[in-house]
């Protein structure tokens, strides 16, 4: 699935809106995530597919 973003601040939102939920991911698994790329990733991915409602993207390992 392509993703896109319509503009650099576009983007940011995504960003910032990754970095809430990944910090509630790591609450909940109790440890840093080293893979935190691959799980932003996943979960912009999600996002613009319409499924990041909130649940941890798969790529969390």
């Known amino acids: 699935m392509p993703v896109t973003y319509n503009s650099a ?3 940011a939102e995504a960003l910032r809106r990754a970095e809430a939920a990944h910090g509630r991911h790591e609450q ?4 840093p995530d080293p893979d935190w790329p691959a799980w932003y990733a996943q979960y912009m991915v999600d996002e613009q597919a319409g499924d990041a409602g909130g649940a941890s993207p798969a790529a969390s390992g």
Do not use: M, N, Q, V
């Open 28 to 31: 909940e698994i109790g440890h």
């Open 9 to 11: 601040a576009d983007l």
